[in-house]
């Protein structure tokens, strides 16, 4: 791996957002904390409580996103999913390390997905009043580039106003292209190919879940980078998927 590097951030213009920092994510006491993962956590603490203590003294605003369970989502009643992060227990709550301040404004997300149900949104539109400011990385963008034909062929413009109540004015691909789409996908070259030939290397960010998966993500930091090489795309491209992509999308230009 790159020996860790400094990056400089312009404070104008920047949020931190803290994800997932639950007990029951980052305990070994906690509900999804397997043993694996002892050593890397630690570590990832430490790193956020840096970034957290200079955020707050450059005066950048902090968004803090807590999962939430109420038990009765899909995951528990449809799924059987054990319980975590049940609402209103110490697995919910986010870690003393990390305990938010005031001020800092707390989003909790009831599903995987921040913005489902949520008011991130309207959170975002007030910080950062500029809607082309607003990315979402998305992991590989799921079923969306296996389905961008039929989503094409639904939405299609003589059928928007009755499926959405109004007519886009710009083709939909040009609204995805605000859209960053990131490769932790399982370790599928095929999977990662279907997202470049329908957003292109411009969209898609090197990522690869860390510091989940097997051996506490260290195999996928080993494998993954080798899956984008053997997409067989040029110099130029893999230097956007693996950098320049996520420079742009995190301001470090």
């Excluded at 009643?77 to 609402?87: A, D, H, I, N, Q």
């Excluded at 800092?104 to 997905?113: L, M, Y």
């Excluded at 963008?141 to 094409?152: A, V």
């Excluded at 279907?194 to 090197?206: K, L, M, N, P, T």
Aim: net charge negative.
């Amino acid at each position: 791996m790159k020996a860790l590097q400094n990056i400089y951030i312009n404070s104008g213009n920047a949020i931190l957002v803290i994800v997932d920092m639950e007990n029951d994510f980052s305990r070994p006491a906690g509900k999804k904390f397997p043993s694996p993962r002892d050593r890397t956590v630690p570590p990832v603490i430490t790193a956020i409580q840096g970034f957290t203590e200079r955020a707050r003294s450059a005066g950048i605003p902090i968004i803090y996103i807590q999962s939430v369970r109420t038990l009765q989502e899909p995951d528990f009643t449809v799924f059987g999913s054990s319980p975590y992060v049940e609402l209103g227990t110490w697995g919910a709550e986010i870690i003393d390390e990390l305990k938010p301040h005031e001020g800092d404004i707390i989003v909790q997300k009831f599903s995987h997905d921040a913005f489902h149900n949520t008011n991130l949104d309207e959170v975002l539109q007030k910080l950062v009043p500029d809607p082309t400011r607003h990315y979402a990385i998305v992991t590989g963008g799921g079923m969306i580039p296996f389905f961008w034909g039929r989503i094409e062929e639904t939405y299609e413009p003589s059928r928007q106003q009755k499926l959405i109540g109004r007519v886009m004015p710009k083709p939909l691909l040009e609204y995805f292209s605000h859209f960053y789409y990131d490769t932790a996908v399982g370790g599928s070259a095929a999977a990662i190919r279907c997202a470049y030939e329908v957003f292109g290397a411009d969209q898609i960010v090197f990522a690869t879940d860390y510091p989940w998966g097997p051996g506490g993500g260290d195999s996928r930091l080993a494998k993954y980078p080798n899956i984008i090489k053997s997409l067989g795309l040029s110099g130029a491209e893999n230097k956007k998927i693996f950098e320049d992509n996520a420079r742009r999308l995190l301001n470090l230009l």
